[in-house]
Structure formats: C-alpha cells, structure tokens
C-alpha cells in the first residue's frame, strides 16, 4: 500500500469562532491530499481532463477527532481504499505535528465523460492508471 503525505498550511481564515479549523476546510485538505497523491503515483488530474474526463466526488465521509489550531503543524495522508474499476474511493488522515490523528475520511470518486457528464469506467477510459491503483491499494 503507498500512502502520500503532504504538508497543510493552516491560514488564520480557516478557523472558526472556537479558534479550530472549521470543519468544512477539511473537504480542502482532502483535495490537496488527493491531487498530491495523483502527482505522486506519476499521473495528472489536469491531463485526465485535457483527455475529456472529470472524476466528481460522489460521496464523502468525515469523522473529526482532535481539533487543529492556527498555528499548529498539520499534514494529510492519502491512499487508495478500493479502486473497483468504476468508483474510486480515497482514504484520508489528519494529523498534527505529534503524528496524532485528527480527522479522518475518504471520497468516492467516478469518472464521467466532459461533454455529457456521462459516467465511464475508470479502468476503460485509464486502463495504465487504474492498474498503478492496483497494484497500490490498500
């Protein structure tokens, strides 16, 4: 299983009135964890699209667990949970500097065609990519 981690730089304007990062900010680390991951594997969400594809989130969890402040140190971990060859599903963790869990969650993923929002199969329309999540998954 490979897991890529990417730093978060934690801005005053992603805290609420509580002085934590407010929840819905961690939709954005998700996304970070997950396009870092994307690199990280050698592929392009870019070059997905300039091929006539997007991969819209289909459903999304989240549990939050210790809270992150302004200031603190804070890093998401990603993996691929289950690539079945028609959704994708990314896990997640954050966490502080002390490597304690924060948050935790996944996206699932499906691939559509541009034009028509049409869904395709991942293996199909990627087959290489889908393969390296194969041989990669959890």
């Known amino acids: 299983m490979f ?11 992603d805290t609420d009135m509580m002085g934590v990062i407010y929840h819905a900010n961690y939709l954005k680390y998700f996304e ?7 690199e990280d594997v050698g592929y392009s969400y870019i070059e997905m699209e300039k091929a006539g594809y997007y991969a819209p989130v289909y459903d ?5 667990k210790k809270p992150i402040r302004y200031g603190d140190k804070a890093f998401v971990r990603t993996w691929v949970e ?9 896990g997640y963790e954050i966490v502080n500097g002390n490597n304690e869990v924060c948050a935790e969650g996944s996206t699932t993923h499906i691939i559509v065609k541009k034009e028509s929002f049409k869904p395709t199969a991942f293996k199909k329309a990627f087959p290489e990519w889908f393969q390296k999540y194969e041989e990669i998954k959890k």
């Open 82 to 90: 289950l690539n079945d060859g028609i959704k994708t599903i990314y």
């Open 3 to 13: 897991i890529s981690e990417r730093e978060i730089q934690i801005l005053y304007a």
């Open 32 to 38: 970070l964890g997950r396009g870092g991951f994307i």
């Open 60 to 64: 999304v969890q989240a549990t939050y």
